[in-house]
């Protein structure tokens, strides 16, 4: 039998004229597979390309995903081992700026000891002479 097209599907039907049967499936035991069959033999190649061009994608994908985890994990290494000289060098810098405080407090504590020290210095003869008047006078005192 020679192969089926679309339009082999219905019966001829009458010539133009009055109202005669409507055309009706000429060939209704084969069904769709007849007909689709050949449309996916065609589309076979097809679906084979789209099904390696999905695995090669996925391949790649998984390749990307590999070098992204090896990539992650080599900036985590580098971060860990330069997080150790970081906190040194922060300890450092705290220490430093800690050691210029405490120079600058003990140089004020030192000006501020010394402003002591000429202050009680400067009165030591005014309070020599009010003990020494103290004394005398509770000697006079003492006399009388």
């Known amino acids: 039998m020679a192969r089926l097209s679309f339009l ?3 019966r001829p ?3 133009p004229g009055p109202a005669g049967p409507a ?3 000429a060939a209704d035991d084969q069904g769709p597979a007849a007909e689709l069959g050949p449309v996916f033999a065609a589309l076979a190649s097809d679906v084979a390309y789209c099904v390696a061009l999905v695995e090669g994608a996925r391949r790649d994908a998984d390749g ?3 070098r992204a985890r090896a990539q992650a ?3 985590l290494s580098k971060a860990r081992l330069e997080a150790g000289a970081e906190r040194a060098r922060s300890a450092a810098q ?3 700026a800690a050691s210029l405080r405490d120079a600058q407090l003990l140089e004020q504590a030192r000006r ?3 402003a002591l020290e000429q202050s009680g210095l400067s009165r030591i003869p005014t309070v020599v002479a009010e003990v020494i008047d103290a004394l005398l006078a509770a000697q006079d005192a003492g006399q009388e």
Request: glycine fraction near 10%; proline fraction near 5%.
């Open 8 to 10: 082999d599907r219905f």
């Open 13 to 15: 039907v009458g010539a």
């Open 23 to 25: 055309g009706v499936p």
């Open 64 to 66: 990307e995903v590999v």
């Open 73 to 75: 994990a080599a900036i």
């Open 94 to 96: 705290i220490q430093q």
């Open 112 to 114: 501020e000891a010394a």
